[in-house]
């Protein structure tokens, strides 16, 4: 047991199964499964990497018992056949090699699902309502199907027993389809599974009764949305609300489950159940607090917990008996032995930067900070052959400094020259919003590393051909980034025009003005937020029909919620066409009619251009070059740390050759 951390690192039990430890990774899809729903080797690697990372207990990703209209994904684990048993046995031995425990949780879709999943037939729910975020035609069950699914659930948790898997998880959170069921808000029923609170909790009893009867005493949990916040979207006393979550959740503790996953949300208020960077460690605690106080079962909660003295506390006020880590673990797998080992500086934080989500949705899980996340079996051995070689990595922005990071553990000695005061790079701007505090987080990891590991870092260094040939590189890597662009608009040289860099970085300081953000990017937002709250007043303009034009949808919803409150007003669909001292002229685009905006400043946020200047010099006189990040094309935090990663991890023992 740790002395630091007595309560995180004590044995804890559900049922009858004991853990090593009260850290329990929590299901998160990956889309790394075998097309027939069996483990493969890939997702193995990926679950295997957070076992040996320390984890008491692993739930794995949505695992489907209906091939017919429960499929989520081509890529999805399942127990919908005897075929997948002994594939199962074998994902679960190499869990257990490790000392951790495994359960498979259990899920069907429902309402929110792509109809070309399940083969371009209608989605299906207990009522014919469409999810607000999918938008897909929605088909009832009929009482028959619903019936059949509870053996489909019964069924799927005696192969997982039979497999040698720990114990199941039930997906009752999220919006899918048990929570669909325990919802008002999407069961409108008016069989035996629908009407009142208890036939709305039929669905459910019968499943875990099911289980009960078919499995005994084998470890059953259930995760469960106890607050669907509808609330947030106009839709307040039509759902499960915490007086009602707590209410089921003590329903099924008499109906005999061995622990409560605590969760909270549906696609609809889908901030709700995976955060953005703007919300704080510990947010929803009220909902596992509450929970607590109710029941007598353990009870299990995510809570953006990203810090192990966080974790501790929450253990010792007694408010959850296990933590639930989810993108904590994506972002670093030994989370857990390195707060055992007292090694918390060394643990690389989630910023919450929702990359995972955003990729999820794509088809395929990454992690913006951990490149080799889900690439465990590509990346599975660095080689540290590096012989004390010199590498030159010209920039200290994220993928220089993860560059730098991975080739002094190979053994190689990196120089890294950044011609400004400190390190960071464009990661010094991105803290700069409101509520942007996390992304220190990945700074300070970068820094911390990189000392550790001896790289030589020179600030307020430019980087020139004769200093680098002083140094007799092996490599000479380029990571310099990207600079904001002005576009050849009149007036945009005006001395009341600036970019976000000089916004976010300080040097321009504004208050109390007009100002108009031309461009709705995620920077233009962010620096129009920061504005609005330093007591301007801000206008938004977007060229575009809508605005945040290629933006992940969640941070856009968080980013203009939050502008809305600020009173920044929105506008599409104007495109800049002159800037005057006192005033901007605008096109609206779909009219083409000419107008006009007094302001006293304007900011341009129109994008970045690649700051490659120095490219062709460094290629023109050494052969051994590596472009990364930012300098190659504007891109987000996840592709930089990637590509330095991954240059560094394959630069090969090719002699340079000076020109």
């Given at each position: 047991m740790s002395e630091k951390y007595p309560k995180l690192f004590s044995n804890g039990k559900i049922g009858n199964l004991e853990l090593k430890n009260r850290v329990i990774m929590t299901a998160m899809g990956t889309g790394f499964a075998n097309a027939d729903g069996t483990p493969s080797e890939r997702i193995m690697r990926y679950y295997e990497e957070r076992a040996k990372g320390g984890v008491g207990l692993i739930v794995t990703e949505v695992t489907r018992v209906n091939d017919d209209h429960g499929k989520a994904s081509d890529a999805q684990l399942s127990v919908s056949n005897d075929a997948v048993i002994e594939p199962l046995r074998k994902f679960a031995e190499?869990?257990?090699?490790?000392?951790?425990?495994?359960?498979?949780?259990l899920h069907h879709p429902g309402r929110q699902n792509a109809s070309v999943a399940i083969g371009g037939q209608p989605v299906v729910g207990p009522s014919a309502i469409p999810c607000g975020l999918m938008q897909e035609e929605t088909r009832a069950l009929t009482t028959e199907e619903v019936e059949s699914l509870v053996q489909d659930f019964v069924n799927g948790a005696k192969r997982a027993k039979a497999a040698g898997v720990d114990g199941i998880e039930l997906h009752g959170a999220h919006g899918y389809l048990i929570n669909q069921f325990l919802s008002p808000y999407t069961n409108k029923r008016t069989d035996k599974y629908g009407g009142s609170f208890e036939n709305r909790l039929l669905f459910l009893e019968e499943i875990i009764l099911g289980i009960r009867k078919e499995c005994g005493d084998y470890p059953l949990m259930v995760r469960l949305t106890v607050e669907e916040f509808l609330d947030t979207i106009g839709a307040p006393e039509k759902g499960i609300d915490l007086e009602?979550?707590?209410?089921?959740?003590?329903a099924l503790e008499k109906l005999g489950i061995d622990a409560i996953d605590v969760s909270s949300g549906i696609y609809e208020t889908m901030n709700t159940i995976v955060e953005p960077t703007s919300y704080p460690q510990g947010w929803r605690t009220h909902l596992s607090k509450a929970v607590k106080e109710a029941v007598q079962i353990p009870v299990i909660a995510a809570n953006v917990i990203r810090k192990p003295e966080f974790a501790e506390e929450l253990l010792e006020s007694g408010i959850i008996d296990f933590v639930g880590i989810g993108r904590g673990l994506l972002a670093d797998p030994e989370?857990?032995?390195?707060?055992?080992?007292?090694r918390e500086c060394?643990?690389?934080?989630?910023?919450?930067?929702?990359?995972?989500?955003?990729?999820i949705f794509a088809g395929s899980l990454e992690c913006a900070v951990n490149p080799r996340m889900g690439r465990e079996l590509q990346f599975d051995q660095l080689q540290t052959d590096g012989d004390g070689k010199t590498i030159a990595i010209i920039g200290a922005g994220p993928a220089g400094l993860e560059s730098a990071r991975v080739l002094a553990e190979r053994g190689f000695k990196p120089v890294v020259f950044e011609k400004e005061a400190t390190i960071g790079g464009q990661l010094l701007l991105a803290n700069k919003p409101p509520q942007k505090e996390k992304i220190d987080w990945l700074i300070e990891y970068l820094d911390t590393q990189t000392k550790k590991l001896g790289v030589e870092i020179r600030l307020n260094t430019e980087a020139t051909v004769e200093g680098l040939r002083k140094l007799d590189p092996y490599a000479v890597f380029v990571a310099t980034g990207a600079d904001a662009f002005v576009p050849p608009i009149k007036g945009a040289d005006g001395e009341h025009v600036y970019t976000p860099t000089e916004i976010l970085s300080g040097s321009v300081e504004l208050q109390n003005k007009r100002i108009a953000v031309i461009g709705s990017g995620m920077t233009g937002l962010e620096t129009a937020e920061l504005l609005a709250e330093q007591g301007n007043t801000v206008t938004v303009f977007e060229m575009a029909d809508m605005i945040g034009p290629g933006a992940y949808f969640q941070n856009l919803i968080d980013v203009t919620t939050k502008l809305a409150k600020l009173g920044v007003h929105m506008l599409p669909g104007h495109k800049l066409q002159k800037i005057s001292y006192d005033r901007i002229l605008l096109e609206k685009v779909a009219t083409k009619e000419n107008v006009e905006c007094p302001v006293d400043a304007v900011v341009l946020s129109l994008g970045v251009r690649p700051n490659n200047k120095i490219v062709d010099t460094i290629k023109a006189n050494f052969t051994n070059v590596k472009v990364i990040g930012d300098v190659n094309a504007p891109r987000k935090i996840a592709q930089a740390i990637k590509e330095g990663y991954t240059e560094a991890y394959n630069l090969t023992a090719k002699e340079l050759v000076t020109i």
């Amino acid at each position: 047991m740790s002395e630091k951390y007595p309560k995180l690192f004590s044995n804890g039990k559900i049922g009858n199964l004991e853990l090593k430890n009260r850290v329990i990774m929590t299901a998160m899809g990956t889309g790394f499964a075998n097309a027939d729903g069996t483990p493969s080797e890939r997702i193995m690697r990926y679950y295997e990497e957070r076992a040996k990372g320390g984890v008491g207990l692993i739930v794995t990703e949505v695992t489907r018992v209906n091939d017919d209209h429960g499929k989520a994904s081509d890529a999805q684990l399942s127990v919908s056949n005897d075929a997948v048993i002994e594939p199962l046995r074998k994902f679960a031995e190499r869990i257990h090699s490790y000392g951790t425990k495994l359960f498979l949780q259990l899920h069907h879709p429902g309402r929110q699902n792509a109809s070309v999943a399940i083969g371009g037939q209608p989605v299906v729910g207990p009522s014919a309502i469409p999810c607000g975020l999918m938008q897909e035609e929605t088909r009832a069950l009929t009482t028959e199907e619903v019936e059949s699914l509870v053996q489909d659930f019964v069924n799927g948790a005696k192969r997982a027993k039979a497999a040698g898997v720990d114990g199941i998880e039930l997906h009752g959170a999220h919006g899918y389809l048990i929570n669909q069921f325990l919802s008002p808000y999407t069961n409108k029923r008016t069989d035996k599974y629908g009407g009142s609170f208890e036939n709305r909790l039929l669905f459910l009893e019968e499943i875990i009764l099911g289980i009960r009867k078919e499995c005994g005493d084998y470890p059953l949990m259930v995760r469960l949305t106890v607050e669907e916040f509808l609330d947030t979207i106009g839709a307040p006393e039509k759902g499960i609300d915490l007086e009602t979550g707590v209410k089921i959740v003590q329903a099924l503790e008499k109906l005999g489950i061995d622990a409560i996953d605590v969760s909270s949300g549906i696609y609809e208020t889908m901030n709700t159940i995976v955060e953005p960077t703007s919300y704080p460690q510990g947010w929803r605690t009220h909902l596992s607090k509450a929970v607590k106080e109710a029941v007598q079962i353990p009870v299990i909660a995510a809570n953006v917990i990203r810090k192990p003295e966080f974790a501790e506390e929450l253990l010792e006020s007694g408010i959850i008996d296990f933590v639930g880590i989810g993108r904590g673990l994506l972002a670093d797998p030994e989370w857990v032995n390195k707060t055992a080992g007292g090694r918390e500086c060394d643990i690389r934080n989630c910023i919450s930067c929702l990359h995972c989500f955003e990729s999820i949705f794509a088809g395929s899980l990454e992690c913006a900070v951990n490149p080799r996340m889900g690439r465990e079996l590509q990346f599975d051995q660095l080689q540290t052959d590096g012989d004390g070689k010199t590498i030159a990595i010209i920039g200290a922005g994220p993928a220089g400094l993860e560059s730098a990071r991975v080739l002094a553990e190979r053994g190689f000695k990196p120089v890294v020259f950044e011609k400004e005061a400190t390190i960071g790079g464009q990661l010094l701007l991105a803290n700069k919003p409101p509520q942007k505090e996390k992304i220190d987080w990945l700074i300070e990891y970068l820094d911390t590393q990189t000392k550790k590991l001896g790289v030589e870092i020179r600030l307020n260094t430019e980087a020139t051909v004769e200093g680098l040939r002083k140094l007799d590189p092996y490599a000479v890597f380029v990571a310099t980034g990207a600079d904001a662009f002005v576009p050849p608009i009149k007036g945009a040289d005006g001395e009341h025009v600036y970019t976000p860099t000089e916004i976010l970085s300080g040097s321009v300081e504004l208050q109390n003005k007009r100002i108009a953000v031309i461009g709705s990017g995620m920077t233009g937002l962010e620096t129009a937020e920061l504005l609005a709250e330093q007591g301007n007043t801000v206008t938004v303009f977007e060229m575009a029909d809508m605005i945040g034009p290629g933006a992940y949808f969640q941070n856009l919803i968080d980013v203009t919620t939050k502008l809305a409150k600020l009173g920044v007003h929105m506008l599409p669909g104007h495109k800049l066409q002159k800037i005057s001292y006192d005033r901007i002229l605008l096109e609206k685009v779909a009219t083409k009619e000419n107008v006009e905006c007094p302001v006293d400043a304007v900011v341009l946020s129109l994008g970045v251009r690649p700051n490659n200047k120095i490219v062709d010099t460094i290629k023109a006189n050494f052969t051994n070059v590596k472009v990364i990040g930012d300098v190659n094309a504007p891109r987000k935090i996840a592709q930089a740390i990637k590509e330095g990663y991954t240059e560094a991890y394959n630069l090969t023992a090719k002699e340079l050759v000076t020109i």
